[in-house]
């Protein structure tokens, strides 16, 4: 049975005949139809069969890989020129991992996790914390259930297991990729290879994809599922398809919206009840699966983490619903998407502009997709167009769907794939300007975004391990490690002392130079009767010892200083009584040990509060 009218499908094209044939007869040219028998009899099998005819070393065939090269590359160069140890779990990226840990331990339950301090304790600044703010949600029996979708926490876990906090960046950059990679195939639903991978890659070069690597962002996950399940619906895959977009669902409930563009593709590619069946399934496993826990954790299935957002008000916990931050005007809202400085859609990435420009084009060659993804590009837009917060990330569906129309109009540069004259010569212009577009993005995106690599100190150093340090000050623990200030937080530690002990360390630079400003602790020593004590177990000593580096700042205040060393058996004292001084201390390594804990004790004899104290230290 043809395809529907309105949807475009690449027609396999048999690999022509040696140079030396002649197609002379019909007969002879029969050993090489332009259609295999079998491409209309099963979904998918004219892939199949198209890239058995694509010769091996052509574009055509080469362009997804090329893709894939392209991209990866490209992800890692940024984040091998940004990376410094817990810089990268800004804004949400923390809790995501909190509720990665809290999984691994077999519980959604944030206490221990999350500081409960900021809800439960008088601490000087939480006496109005709003609903934007909070990452929390109050179940129904009083527990602290995070406020976000713990779908992408589940997924990192085993790579949280392998490799740790990085872990959570490789998870990222592979969500990226796993997009461009949907993109791209998407793609290649209205244009050929080339064209497709040409769209792709400028898409991914100039707009927020290489910015997103650094970080560890939800939105390419629910944004990969949507993609996947529309993908799978063209291919055929209707049982897929239904999981992939529960799962989008699960992992953002506003997600939601993309149910009218999916029920109109269905329409526009009716597989018969027997798929569509299929289809409604496997959709409702991953929503029956939302509603259980919503039920269990917050009462009915209907009420989500996100209507249930635990606040403080006027000192005193309350409740708050994400439906009340919907209340900027609609016209403002999509001023803001488009038109934002730096963040808007095509203010901010003027080749989401470009694509746009193709949207006739593919308006007429391909009209029912066309209809499919521009629904669900601006269901995408208004879901989120009125939300007080906005970032640009809440769009990477709108901007990955985007790769049709500039797929649809990158098509007018390269010429469709088709039988070759014998002695033909290929022509190098779809090499030419593919090869451009990836050169451009690459020197684009090294000159602009990835940056300079700061210097590596020698071997592993204690910032690196600054989340496994078991803290206190005094008799208080500072069990929990807040990523987004970078520092440890102790019950009862008013604003004034909010960090505590971090590995980001402002304007450091300027006053330390070298490695040991760029891996420093920036620690806030307490009086003597309440010393900050920071214990580093098992720390990794080198052939002679370990070495410390101290340092205060110029602008320091409450000089002197007092440290207590611990390693093994050393035992020993040091004392920093001027502003800009630096300090190394090397210590012995214990007999017969090649990792030791190293306990810090760090107070200031004048009383009160002081600032400007660091602390580095590496094996030697």
Not at 83 to 95: A, E, H, Q, V
Not at 546 to 557: E, M, R
Request: include cysteine; glycine fraction near 10%.
């Amino acid at each position: 049975m043809g395809e529907p009218r309105g949807f475009s499908r690449t027609i396999p094209v048999a690999a022509p005949p040696p140079r030396s044939f002649h197609c002379a007869t019909p007969p002879e040219c029969a050993e090489f139809p332009l259609v295999p028998p079998e491409a209309t009899e099963e979904p998918g099998r004219e892939d199949r069969a198209s890239r058995a005819l694509i010769p091996k070393a052509s574009l055509e065939a080469l362009s997804g890989r090329i893709v894939v090269l392209v991209a990866a590359a490209l992800l890692a160069g940024a984040v091998y020129g940004k990376y410094k140890p817990f810089t990268w779990l800004d804004g949400d990226g923390r809790f995501y991992l909190n509720i990665t840990k809290g999984l691994l331990g077999g519980t959604l339950d944030q206490r221990g996790i999350h500081p409960t301090s900021w809800f439960e304790e008088r601490l000087g600044w939480n006496r109005n914390l709003g609903i934007a703010w909070s990452n929390i949600s109050r179940g129904r029996t009083g527990t602290y259930y995070p406020k976000h979708s713990y779908v992408m926490p589940a997924l990192m876990a085993p790579l949280v297991v392998a490799f740790g906090e990085a872990g959570t960046l490789l998870y990222n950059n592979l969500a990226i990729l796993a997009v461009v990679i949907l993109m791209f195939l998407l793609a290649r639903q209205v244009a050929n290879g080339p064209a497709a991978a040409a769209a792709t890659l400028m898409l991914f070069g100039g707009s927020l994809f290489l910015p997103s690597a650094y970080h560890l962002l939800a939105d390419f996950t629910h944004a990969g599922f949507a993609l996947a399940a529309l993908l799978l619906i063209l291919r055929g895959g209707w049982g897929a398809a239904g999981l992939c977009l529960g799962m989008a669902i699960w992992a953002r409930p506003i997600n939601v919206v993309l149910l009218p563009p999916v029920v109109l593709l269905a329409v526009f590619r009716w597989p018969g009840w027997r798929l569509a069946l299929r289809f409604s399934a496997t959709l409702a496993i991953p929503l029956a699966c939302y509603a259980a826990m919503n039920t269990w954790m917050f009462g009915a299935p209907w009420i989500t983490a996100y209507q249930r957002v635990l606040i403080v008000k006027n000192g005193q916990q309350a409740l708050g619903d994400h439906a009340d931050l919907y209340t900027v005007p609609l016209l403002t809202g999509l001023e803001r998407v488009f038109g934002s400085r730096g963040d808007g859609l095509v203010r901010g990435y003027p080749i989401v502009a470009v694509a746009l420009l193709g949207v006739p084009i593919l308006a007429w060659r391909h009209r029912r997709l066309a209809a499919v993804a521009l629904a669900a590009m601006a269901l995408n837009v208004l879901s989120t167009a009125k939300f007080e917060v906005f970032h640009s990330r809440y769009y990477v569906l709108f901007v990955a769907l985007a790769v049709l129309p500039l797929a649809a109009l990158a098509q007018l540069a390269f010429r469709p794939p088709g039988p070759r004259v014998v002695g033909e010569r290929r022509s190098l212009r779809p090499w030419l300007v593919l090869g451009a577009v990836a050169l451009a993005m690459a020197i684009g995106a090294f000159a602009t975004r990835i940056g300079h690599r700061p210097g590596v100190a020698r071997g592993p150093t204690l910032d690196e391990r600054a989340e496994q340090m078991v803290v206190r000050r005094g008799d208080t623990p500072c069990d929990f490690w807040n990523g987004q200030h970078a520092a440890y937080e102790c019950v009862g530690t008013e604003s004034r002392d909010f960090g505590n002990l971090t590995g980001r360390v402002p304007s450091l630079d300027r006053e330390i130079r070298g490695t040991d400003a760029a891996h420093a602790l920036w620690v806030v020593p307490a009086a003597r009767t309440r010393p900050l004590v920071a214990r580093f177990p098992k720390t990794a000593l080198g052939q002679n010892g370990f070495t410390l580096v101290f340092a205060t700042t110029p602008d320091a205040t409450g000089l002197p200083y007092e440290v207590a060393i611990e390693l093994g058996p050393h035992r020993s004292t040091l004392q920093l009584a001027r502003k800009g001084a630096v300090v190394r201390r090397t210590l012995p390594r214990p007999p017969g040990r090649s990792a030791a804990d190293l306990v810090l004790s760090f107070t200031t004899t004048r009383g009160g509060r002081a600032r400007g104290l660091f602390v580095n230290g590496y094996p030697r």
